[in-house]
């Protein structure tokens, strides 16, 4: 008789650059994209919400990534033969959003998102393919005004959630000043021609705090090979012109009216380029008024940013702090957001050209520097309350305990399962419950319950080393009447607290 073969069974892993989050991470996150929102909304943003993934031809040829598959996207074709991508920002589809619904917008239009993103990217070390942004934008305004008041906004939401000041900073640039220089090394930026190769220039200077001036210089001339051994070709710019680039980037200095004497000097016969420095030195100002000095928000011609369809200034918050690695070592963990003008990105639905600019904030980045200033650590109290059932007979009456609790604002459930005790303390241990209700036979002969507090045990039982001493103390367990339940409870909870 033949041997059945047994079923094949799915491995079960995660797909290449992804990750599960757990509770702790994600109610972590919620509380500081709450505090994030307050900001936004303070600011007078409005919140919008718009799908997964948009026709591909929607989002346009600004993508990350052009030389993986899909365009550094991931497509699939729908029935009626059209191409669809999974969202790879939340600009691009604000920009199909506005041009559908110009005219019944108010203007400018003002609205703030969060959601998950995703890249058809080489993933690594802290490089995922799926990503939650936070983005607030302004779209209809012309003005460096709008493009001053993200630089502000970005600077409030890092205090707000804790970054203290000195922490961080926000390094602003602007496009036309880099275009400048390259018109000047004659790789005109309005040249379709030179489009790949200016590009190909940007992406190199956004790696500056990543690679280093010597990976950017191999960039930007014929290419780079990495430590996998994976080669990218280059921007192709002679040896002159690399220097010129690089002068650029490092002209900045103490404070932001030496900065912006330091580029003019760059960039004074280049159109363009004298364009972007007005921009800037308006910029300097209002935000000077708004008490925004150089210490929070900074000018740094090293900003590009890497997408494309960048047009006027850009920004990047970056953290300054230093953080502990797993290896003992120090490390800063760099930009936790950015963005900037895109002046062409709706035009290309409405054919005439509409104004934007945008805030976004990279979440799971900024949670991580949370995390390392001890900020972000989920609260001493995160599960619910547990009812143990000692008696399956009194089902109904455990259930009523744990709806008694809900309907006094405390999280709590009744255990589901079907082991015993032993088991259920385990459970609610694992659960990170903050102590567990008891009602055995002699708790309910007089009329009471047991409350056990599992985070003051956990505490105690470090300290207590003789079982002796341990039956005898019953450390953090105690009776109240069934009626003094729900306040016995609220105290185990402040106590805490924080």
């Known amino acids: 008789m033949a041997k059945q073969k047994k079923p094949a069974r799915p491995k079960a ?42 026709y591909t031809d929607a989002l346009g040829k600004f993508l990350p990534d052009q030389d993986r598959p899909n365009e550094g996207v991931f497509s699939f074709e729908d029935e009626d033969e059209q191409w669809l991508s999974l969202r790879y920002d939340l600009t691009a589809p604000l920009a199909r959003y506005v041009a559908a619904n110009y005219d019944a917008l108010p203007k400018p ?206 920004f990047e918050a970056e953290l300054t702090f230093e953080a502990e690695t797993e290896e003992g070592g120090k490390a800063r963990f760099g930009s936790v957001g950015g963005g900037g003008r895109y002046d062409g990105l709706v035009e290309r639905f409405k054919g005439v050209r509409i104004p934007a600019t945008g805030y976004s904030v990279g979440v799971s980045r900024l949670q991580a520097a949370l995390q390392a200033l001890g900020k972000a650590s989920a609260n001493s109290v995160e ?33 589901v399962g079907d082991s015993g005790m032993r088991a259920q303390m385990k459970y609610a241990d694992k659960r990170g419950a903050p102590c567990v209700v008891i009602q055995g036979e002699d708790e309910l002969a007089r009329g009471e319950v047991m409350i056990k507090d599992l985070v003051e045990g956990a505490r105690l039982s470090e300290e207590i080393e003789d079982n002796v001493e341990w039956r005898e103390g019953r450390p953090a367990q105690f009776a109240v009447s069934e009626g003094e339940l729900v306040e016995a409870v609220r105290k185990v909870l402040a106590r805490h607290e924080g």
């Open 383 to 415: 599960g619910p309350v547990v009812v143990l059932v000692m008696d399956r007979d009194r089902i109904g009456a455990y259930q009523e305990m744990a709806m008694t609790l809900r309907a006094a604002g405390i999280r709590a459930e009744m255990y």
């Open 13 to 54: 892993r995660l797909p290449k650059g992804l990750r599960d989050i757990g509770a702790g991470e994600i109610r972590a996150m919620d509380r500081m994209l709450g505090a994030i929102r307050g900001v936004y909304e303070s600011y007078g943003f409005e919140p919008l919400v718009t799908p997964a993934f948009e």
């Open 109 to 314: 239009f003002r609205r703030y998102q969060t959601g998950p993103v995703w890249r058809n990217e080489k993933p690594g070390p802290g490089r995922f393919r799926e990503f939650t942004q936070f983005d607030a934008d302004t779209v209809g305004a012309a003005g460096v005004a709008a493009d001053a008041e993200l630089c502000m906004l970005a600077a409030d939401c890092l205090e707000t959630i804790g970054i203290p000041r000195g922490g961080y900073v926000i390094r602003v640039n602007n496009r036309k000043l880099l275009d400048g220089v390259l018109e000047l090394i004659d790789v005109d930026p309005a040249d379709p021609d030179h489009a790949g190769q200016r590009l190909t220039v940007l992406r190199a200077v956004d790696k500056l705090d990543r690679l280093g001036i010597e990976g950017v210089r191999l960039l930007l001339g014929e290419g780079r090979k990495d430590e996998s051994g994976d080669f990218t070709r280059g921007a192709g710019l002679a040896p002159q012109q690399i220097d010129t680039v690089l002068g650029f980037v490092g002209a900045g200095s103490e404070g932001r009216g030496q900065t912006l004497t330091a580029i003019e000097g760059l960039v004074a016969e280049s159109a363009v380029g004298r364009d972007g420095l007005a921009e800037l030195a308006e910029m300097d100002t209002l935000l000077s008024a708004g008490g925004f000095e150089a210490d929070r928000v900074a000018i740094d011609p090293a900003v590009v940013r890497g997408l494309d369809y960048y047009t006027g200034p850009v």
